[in-house]
């Protein structure tokens, strides 16, 4: 039975490429150490190089043969499952997985890259090397060029292991004396390293959705808010004309006076709805002040003013403003707040 390829997050382990003679030409460790930057994390992994026809008709290649994408940069690995190389991993798709998974162990990984070529003399023979990559990505292959596979589980497991051996024994030179209980716990210790060294980035990607997510939370919770306050304060005004205004005898600047006062009012609000019963008796408080301001403007002489005191229009505002103050001082408000608001509320806008 073949060895599987694909984990369960659905990515496989790929060598991208190995030093050494390939279809094209010869590359070496340094450069591809040096280079290795061009095959980066999102490149995107096709199924097959193009033929000439494809590449002509369609560079940018076929969504059809979009096989995956490389979830992280490249890491070269002197002694890799597959050799020295470039290691990387891909993100197969769900479609492809199936399939990546049935051939997965038999089919190899191929590089298409710019860049430029040098000739050498090896071994006496001239031999065109790779001097430098500008561009590149990979595509899986029925047979690699130059050493690009993809590692199957039990492969990477074993060449993970056998690197923390090799790292343990660095730091433990008297190897003889240490049990096989602590190899085994320093393996899995560094193993979990590994893969939480493995999780940081999207784990950090995540987290900047979540705070995202949790600034657009708050305001589309800000925008709701806003909207009720502005359906609440709609509600205000229906309830001041339906319930109050329409059964009381007052000239219409009186009732525009009331109704404009409320546009611009805090609604009183109970278990975070419009509380009508107290806005009935705020409206109702109101219209008693605004008939006592009329009552006094018809009990006044026809000439007032004329010493320097307070007119009716004077005392009648005078009194709605402080009612007006007084209630405000009542909901909480502070002194200096509690004027400013009755100022404007008396005056109607």
């Given at each position: 039975?073949?060895?599987?390829?694909?984990?369960?997050?659905?990515?496989?382990?790929?060598?991208?490429?190995?030093?050494?003679?390939?279809?094209?030409?010869?590359?070496?460790?340094?450069?591809?150490?040096?280079?290795?930057?061009?095959?980066k994390?999102?490149?995107?992994?096709?199924l097959?190089?193009?033929?000439?026809?494809?590449?002509?008709?369609?560079?940018?290649r076929?969504i059809?043969?979009?096989?995956?994408?490389?979830?992280?940069?490249?890491?070269?690995?002197?002694?890799?499952?597959?050799?020295?190389?470039?290691?990387?991993?891909?993100?197969?798709f769900?479609?492809?997985?199936?399939?990546?998974?049935?051939?997965?162990?038999?089919?190899?990984?191929?590089?298409?890259a710019?860049?430029?070529?040098?000739t050498?003399?090896?071994?006496?023979?001239?031999?065109?090397v790779?001097?430098?990559?500008?561009?590149?990505?990979?595509?899986?292959?029925?047979?690699?060029?130059?050493?690009?596979a993809?590692?199957?589980?039990?492969?990477?497991?074993?060449?993970q292991?056998?690197?923390?051996?090799?790292q343990?024994?660095?730091?433990?030179?008297?190897?003889?004396?240490t049990?096989?209980?602590?190899?085994s716990?320093?393996?899995e210790?560094?193993?979990?390293?590994?893969?939480?060294?493995?999780?940081?980035e999207?784990?950090?990607?995540?987290?900047?959705?979540?705070?995202?997510?949790?600034?657009?939370?708050?305001?589309?919770?800000?925008?709701?808010?806003?909207?009720?306050?502005?359906?609440?304060?709609?509600?205000?005004?229906?309830?001041?004309?339906?319930?109050?205004?329409k059964?009381?005898?007052?000239?219409?600047?009186?009732?525009?006076?009331?109704?404009?006062?409320?546009?611009?009012?805090?609604?009183?609000?109970k278990?975070?709805?419009?509380?009508?019963?107290?806005?009935?008796?705020?409206v109702?408080?109101?219209?008693?002040?605004?008939?006592?301001?009329?009552?006094?403007?018809?009990?006044?002489?026809?000439i007032?003013?004329?010493?320097?005191?307070?007119?009716?229009?004077?005392?009648?505002?005078?009194?709605?403003?402080?009612?007006?103050?007084?209630?405000?001082?009542?909901?909480?408000?502070?002194?200096?707040?509690?004027?400013?608001?009755?100022?404007?509320?008396?005056?109607?806008y």
């Amino acid at each position: 039975m073949a060895n599987k390829v694909v984990r369960p997050d659905g990515t496989v382990r790929v060598r991208i490429i190995g030093p050494g003679k390939g279809s094209s030409a010869t590359y070496e460790a340094d450069q591809l150490k040096r280079d290795m930057g061009v095959f980066k994390r999102g490149t995107q992994v096709f199924l097959d190089h193009p033929g000439r026809r494809e590449e002509g008709d369609r560079p940018e290649r076929s969504i059809r043969d979009l096989c995956g994408v490389s979830v992280a940069d490249p890491v070269w690995e002197e002694n890799g499952p597959k050799g020295p190389g470039p290691y990387t991993d891909v993100r197969v798709f769900k479609h492809f997985q199936p399939i990546i998974e049935e051939v997965g162990s038999d089919i190899g990984v191929s590089i298409r890259a710019a860049g430029s070529l040098v000739t050498k003399t090896i071994n006496g023979e001239p031999v065109r090397v790779a001097e430098k990559f500008t561009a590149g990505s990979f595509d899986f292959v029925t047979k690699a060029g130059a050493g690009g596979a993809v590692v199957p589980f039990s492969e990477a497991a074993k060449s993970q292991v056998e690197a923390y051996v090799g790292q343990f024994l660095a730091q433990h030179p008297q190897a003889s004396e240490t049990s096989d209980q602590t190899l085994s716990q320093f393996i899995e210790c560094a193993l979990a390293d590994s893969a939480t060294d493995a999780q940081k980035e999207d784990s950090m990607a995540l987290e900047a959705r979540v705070a995202e997510l949790e600034k657009e939370n708050a305001t589309l919770k800000e925008s709701k808010a806003q909207l009720e306050s502005a359906a609440m304060a709609q509600e205000a005004q229906t309830v001041v004309a339906a319930e109050v205004l329409k059964s009381v005898t007052l000239p219409e600047v009186a009732r525009a006076r009331i109704t404009d006062a409320f546009k611009v009012l805090a609604s009183p609000v109970k278990e975070g709805k419009l509380d009508k019963e107290a806005l009935v008796a705020a409206v109702s408080e109101a219209v008693k002040r605004e008939t006592h301001y009329i009552e006094s403007l018809k009990s006044a002489k026809k000439i007032t003013g004329m010493g320097g005191g307070l007119t009716p229009d004077d005392i009648g505002a005078k009194q709605l403003r402080e009612a007006y103050e007084q209630r405000f001082l009542a909901e909480g408000k502070s002194e200096k707040d509690a004027k400013a608001m009755a100022e404007t509320a008396a005056r109607g806008y």
